[in-house]
């Protein structure tokens, strides 16, 4: 390892101690300052080889800090430290010019390998895109784990370099993919997301590289694939694992001529996007299966980002069970806290449905409990697959749903162990609760799907399947 001077700057005389012993004890040269003013001080003195540097200082931001240096000093490296560990920091410090993020509480091995790292490769140059003031998506996570996806993040959004982003499902990959695209240079650009597993999979050429007319049965007119729809913007495969065969040739070619033709036409068309690809499967293993091509995979892979579960960051989910109460408050829902036993009763779950799981389980709260307070029991029977005592929007739906209940305890009592029968029995009570919301937003579709946590073209198909559109449109469902 190279030795070098360090300086360090922060305002906690005991983190400047912790550091500074660490990094002698790593061979370098430590000298350290409390404010901007000391650090302006020293740098007019002796340079050092790296610059470590808290946000947060008593006289202002050592991120905005970094292009000041770097103009005066531009090949000096520089580690930015934080305890804001959230994306927007992250992407701050990258775009300001900084070799490297470390969010607070640090591991001091990690801060030594970056400052080897950095007195080795010398820093990265800034990059040309302007950092958005605020957090531009909803990545919510204080975890180690989450950091790390934060830092991977920072580090791709100016360019164009292909991401593919592995995990369960549930665990926010397309928030990965809106991150990138909403950070980087293509964000006034559109962002066109495609699930592979939602389209026939005779469909998705056309789907994904567009058709002309008489292209094949029904074809009656040309249409757009999903490339020429993200031009000059960000294309999000989903669920890349389940694409078949012909269609990952194909996009192969692609992603290596970046060209392409409709589906029965013969015009060369410019592939303008950046691929964000993502899947819950291990595509390793399916590339050793036969099951995905190899070469394609290296091209989606250049750079990897895998989403923790949600029971590997356990320390992240009071933080996401308040958001999503507060965003179920924002949409019409009535406001609810959650308590520390109810916190407990939310860490000790395993949430094999992940972040979504814990979303869909805060928004039912939020319209069933008619406490401020939700606590561990309510919690406890929500997830058990029981009723919330007195949860219920309507005197209709209670009745109808304890009495399936009762008659499950009477003749199948095993079945209450089942922890998916409180979504099954709501599926049989289904036309009362969709007429409850419906009559509690005024007819209002868009605030009615919201509170049932369905998007509002799902509710219309259900309006009309069980036989409701005729009533609603009387009512005026389009009101906004």
Known sequence: ???????????????????????????????????????????????????????????????????????????????????????????????????????????????????????????????????PAEEAVPMIGRSPAMQEVYRIIARVVSNDLTVLVSGESGTGKELVARAIHDLGPRRQAPFVALNMAAIPRELIEAELFGHERGAFTGAAARNAGRFEQAAGGTLFLDEIGDMPMEAQTRLLRVLQSGEF???????????????????????????????????????????PVTLPALRERRQDIALLARHFLDRAAEDGLPRKQIGPDGIAALEAHDWPGNVRELENLMRRLAALSRDEWIGAAEIAAMLNGGLVAGAVIDPEIEAAVRGRLAAIAREEPARLDDGTLYDRIIAEVERPLIAAMLERHGGNQLRAARALGINRNTLRKRLTDLGLAGEVRSGGSDAR
């Open 261 to 303: 033709t409709t589906v029965g036409g013969a015009r060369t068309i410019r592939a303008d996007v950046r691929i964000v690809a993502a899947t819950n499967r291990d595509l390793a293993a399916l590339v050793a299966a036969g099951g995905f091509r190899e070469d394609l995979y290296y091209r989606l892979n250049v750079v």
């Open 1 to 131: 390892m190279t030795e070098g001077h360090i300086l360090v700057v922060d305002d906690d005389a005991a983190i400047r101690t912790v550091v500074g012993q660490a990094l002698r004890r790593k061979g370098h040269r430590v000298t350290t300052a409390a404010s901007l003013a000391e650090l302006r001080r020293a740098l007019a003195g002796e340079l050092p080889d790296v610059l470590v540097t808290d946000v947060v200082l008593p006289d202002g931001d050592g991120i905005a800090m970094v292009p000041e240096v770097l103009a005066e000093h531009p090949r000096l490296p520089v580690i930015v430290l934080s305890a804001q560990n959230t994306l927007s920091t992250a992407v701050r410090a990258n775009e300001a010019g900084a070799y490297d993020y470390l969010p607070k509480p640090f591991d001091l091995d990690a801060l030594s390998q970056a400052v080897a790292s950095a007195l080795a490769r010398g820093r990265r140059g800034p990059s040309d895109v302007m950092a």
